[in-house]
């Protein structure tokens, strides 16, 4: 009971400290002008961390074993061709690879 006590206190009282930092403008010098480059450079960080944990879990769970046999998959489905034009399917190719004379 007295941990959860201690840890509402301690929540709390996080969420009211940045309203502290906040309630004062900021003075124009040198280090002000970097302020937002920081806080941007710092979630980059953060987020490709992020992303780079989350990597190598899914490869030591195995996610990007056999990716070839997996790739293949799409491959076998059968459906219309929606994307090559018709004049595309009419031209013959020659023997040499070449596009045929018209």
Do not use: C
Not at 9 to 25: E, K, R
Not at 35 to 58: C, N, R, T, Y
């Amino acid at each position: 009971m007295r941990l959860r006590r201690l840890l509402t206190i301690a929540v709390l009282l996080l969420l009211a400290t940045p309203g502290v930092a906040l309630a004062h403008d900021a003075p124009e010098n040198s280090q002000s002008k970097w302020v937002m480059a920081d806080w941007m450079i710092d979630v980059f960080f953060l987020f490709s961390g992020l992303a780079f944990i989350a990597f190598l879990a899914a490869w030591k769970a195995g996610h990007f074993h056999e990716l070839d046999r997996h790739a293949s998959i799409p491959l076998l489905v059968e459906e219309e061709d929606y994307y090559t034009p018709d004049w595309a399917l009419d031209e013959e190719e020659g023997a040499d690879g070449q596009h045929a004379e018209r």
